[in-house]
Structure formats: structure tokens, C-alpha cells
């Protein structure tokens, strides 16, 4: 009942109603061990395969955009047409592996900058996050 509780308040502060369908997708995101990367894609059809209950692409989208917007989870642009996203929204860094597609968490404090370029005037930087890319 705790849970239900905090998925409805995540819903209604990030804006949105908490309709079955949106109760779903917010309980696929936050009610897992692990942090969860993934796409609007894998994730509708991750809720589309488990229950009865069918989610539109477009309501599995509007979630994750106000998820997103409210910070409960932090997008991940891999490429200039492919966004993934994530439940952990602390500082951390990523490995992307280009053949299978995935992503994986690497700890802030394990990537050592020595030079950052200053932002524009009137701009600071509000956070850095790297993403190496892996190959075969």
C-alpha cells in the first residue's frame, strides 16, 4: 500500500493524473531492485507483454516525458535519433555498448576530468555526464 502511495504522489507531481494505465508504467520504472535503463520502445513493450491490461505507445510516452521533465528519471541521448532512459537520477557516468544496445552505470568518482570548458556568459554547468561508447 506504501508503494501504491508513493507512485501516485510521483504521478501527480509530475504533473499527471494517476490513471491505471500511468499507475503501471510507474510501478514498471520504480519498483525494481536495480536502476533501469532503457527506451520508450522496450519499455512499452515490456508492459504490453505482462498483463491484460494494454498501454498506448503514445501514454507510455507522455509518462516518461513527464517523468522526465519533474527529474524522476534522466535522459540518455546515445545518438541524434536514440534516446534512452534512467531511473537513477544521481550523478553518474555511462558505458553504451554499440552492438548489443545497452547501457551501463559507471560510478561518478570513476571518471577523472582535468579540464572543462567555461560555459557561455550567464550559463553554469549543472551537471557533467560522459558516455563511452564500446565496441567489439
Given at each position: ?63 516518461v516525458e513527464a ?59 549543472k551537471n557533467l ?8
Amino acid at each position: 500500500m506504501k508503494q501504491k502511495k508513493a507512485i501516485v504522489n510521483k504521478l501527480r507531481s509530475s504533473g499527471l493524473r494517476p490513471t491505471k494505465q500511468r499507475v503501471l508504467i510507474a510501478q514498471n520504472l520504480f519498483e525494481r531492485d536495480k536502476t533501469f535503463h532503457f527506451t520508450v520502445e522496450t519499455l512499452n513493450k515490456e508492459i504490453n507483454k505482462k498483463g491484460s491490461e494494454k498501454v498506448s505507445l503514445a501514454t507510455v510516452y507522455n509518462t516518461v516525458e513527464a517523468f522526465t521533465k519533474a527529474g524522476h528519471i534522466k535522459q540518455i541521448l546515445t545518438s541524434k535519433s536514440k534516446s534512452y532512459f534512467d531511473t537513477n537520477i544521481k550523478s553518474h557516468h555511462h558505458f553504451y555498448d554499440e552492438d548489443s544496445k545497452e547501457l551501463t552505470d559507471i560510478n561518478y568518482n570513476q571518471v577523472k576530468l582535468s579540464k572543462v570548458p567555461q560555459p557561455p556568459k550567464g550559463k553554469k554547468i549543472k551537471n557533467l555526464e560522459v558516455v563511452i561508447r564500446l565496441q567489439k
